[in-house]
């Protein structure tokens, strides 16, 4: 039980520590959601009754995590999760009548424009939002003065400065690796486009570590946990926070 424990850490991330750790791994699609929601809603400005879009949502902790903690209405849309799967996570965790599942694709987003007060997305938006046209399609769905929210993979450095991936990222995920940028060019990317106004791009302070700690406690209990996560744990290990860490990024639309 001692890895599950470790994801129990009340004096860094107190609201994430009132969560069952076995529910949260039980529902695992990428490393530590919790504590880079809870992190990155210090540079937000969540109210109660607002609508907020998730933005790959895996299958719902941080839907749960944003109506529970915020009071906030949640469109919880992800590509890979069925929308009734999602649906059950939410009613047996009692906020059925906060968030509503929608099977989507991050670039037909079914929604009206202008219809949403925040759009959040934790450990997802490297998998599509890195291309240059798509911050100005995402925010036509933010009503004005509306929030965006970012958790992502990063690195210390550009890969293109450095020439090559590392050998041990690269060895573990390979080419994604070059979708892990610093915080420094997410802000440019974002702020070129005039359509935002960028409020924080910061690394996560050991998110290395956080991430460590998560992929022990699922390669301890996930059903082939240590063939999943082993290569990760090693390749955390040998980095040691060089390279490896999560952006958070936030920021409002013009």
Same mark, same amino acid.
């Given at each position: 039980?001692?890895?599950?424990?470790?994801?129990?850490?009340?004096?860094?991330?107190?609201?994430?520590?009132?969560?069952?750790?076995?529910?949260?791994?039980?529902?695992?699609?990428?490393?530590?959601?919790?504590?880079?929601?809870?992190?990155?809603?210090?540079?937000?400005?969540?109210?109660?009754?607002?609508?907020?879009?998730?933005?790959?949502?895996?299958?719902?902790?941080?839907?749960?995590?944003?109506?529970?903690?915020?009071?906030?209405?949640?469109?919880?849309?992800?590509?890979?999760?069925?929308?009734?799967?999602?649906?059950?996570?939410?009613?047996?965790?009692?906020?059925?009548?906060?968030?509503?599942?929608?099977?989507?694709?991050?670039?037909?987003?079914?929604?009206?424009?202008?219809?949403?007060?925040?759009?959040?997305?934790?450990?997802?938006?490297?998998?599509?939002?890195?291309?240059?046209?798509?911050?100005?399609?995402?925010? !036509?769905?933010?009503?004005?003065?509306?929030?965006?929210?970012?958790?992502?993979?990063?690195?210390?450095?550009?890969?293109?400065?450095?020439?090559?991936?590392?050998?041990?990222?690269? !060895?573990?995920?390979?080419?994604?690796?070059?979708?892990?940028?610093?915080?420094?060019?997410?802000?440019?990317?974002?702020?070129?486009?005039?359509?935002?106004?960028?409020?924080?791009?910061?690394?996560?302070?050991?998110?290395?570590?956080?991430?460590?700690?998560?992929?022990?406690?699922?390669?301890?209990?996930?059903?082939?946990?240590?063939?999943?996560?082993?290569?990760?744990?090693?390749?955390?290990?040998?980095?040691?926070?060089?390279?490896?860490?999560?952006?958070?990024?936030?920021?409002?639309?013009?």
């Amino acid at each position: 039980m001692t890895a599950l424990n470790d994801l129990v850490r009340p004096d860094r991330y107190p609201r994430s520590s009132r969560y069952d750790p076995a529910w949260l791994v039980g529902l695992d699609m990428g490393p530590n959601p919790l504590w880079l929601l809870e992190d990155l809603a210090r540079d937000l400005d969540l109210r109660p009754g607002m609508r907020v879009l998730d933005l790959g949502s895996g299958k719902g902790a941080t839907s749960v995590f944003l109506a529970r903690e915020y009071g906030v209405h949640v469109v919880a849309a992800d590509w890979w999760v069925p929308a009734q799967d999602a649906e059950a996570v939410f009613t047996q965790a009692g906020v059925a009548d906060k968030v509503q599942a929608v099977r989507t694709e991050a670039h037909v987003l079914p929604f009206d424009e202008e219809s949403f007060d925040a759009i959040v997305s934790i450990d997802a938006f490297e998998y599509f939002g890195t291309s240059d046209n798509y911050l100005p399609y995402l925010v !036509r769905f933010l009503r004005p003065g509306g929030q965006l929210g970012v958790a992502t993979p990063a690195m210390t450095r550009e890969v293109r400065d450095l020439g090559a991936i590392p050998p041990h990222i690269k !060895r573990v995920v390979g080419w994604e690796a070059i979708a892990w940028h610093t915080p420094q060019w997410w802000r440019f990317q974002w702020e070129i486009t005039e359509l935002v106004n960028v409020t924080s791009a910061r690394l996560q302070p050991d998110a290395w570590q956080d991430w460590l700690l998560w992929s022990r406690a699922c390669a301890e209990h996930r059903p082939d946990g240590a063939k999943a996560n082993q290569p990760v744990i090693d390749m955390l290990t040998e980095d040691g926070g060089e390279y490896l860490s999560f952006a958070l990024l936030t920021a409002r639309k013009n």
